[in-house]
């Protein structure tokens, strides 16, 4: 069983930034990828970003120019930079770990973009 433990999210007005956070406990399997998702009122959870022990990374075009990824494979944390936030970012973000048939979920961090 992974744990994973969100911290970072909150509130800020448009155009400005957050940094979230995301720790895998019992990672076992190196070669996993980790990412964010988001799920806003009355929508379903979506994509934001993935990124693989290599490093390899994926984007929604939403957030692409605006949000980075990254990751430090020492202590099994993945980081999303968020920059030039936007009302319609208002979600609660769930950090995902992800490897062969094994999927595991943080418990959700609110961020709200409102002036």
């Known amino acids: 069983q992974v744990q994973l433990v969100e911290s970072g999210g909150g509130l800020v007005q448009p155009g400005g930034s957050l940094r979230l956070s995301c720790q895998a406990i019992?990672?076992?399997?190196?070669?996993?990828?980790m990412g964010w998702y988001r799920q806003a009122p009355g929508k379903q959870r979506e994509l934001v970003a993935t990124i693989t022990n290599r490093k390899s990374t994926n984007y929604a075009d939403s957030v692409k120019g605006r949000f980075t990824i990254s990751r430090h494979n020492t202590n099994n944390t993945v980081y999303l930079e968020m920059n030039s936030l936007k009302p319609e970012d208002t979600a609660v973000y769930y950090c995902?770990?992800?490897?062969?048939?094994?999927?595991?979920w943080g418990q959700g961090t609110q961020v709200t973009v409102s002036s």
């Open positions: 995902n770990w992800h490897y062969s048939s094994y999927d595991f």
């Open positions: 019992n990672s076992l399997f190196t070669m996993n990828r």
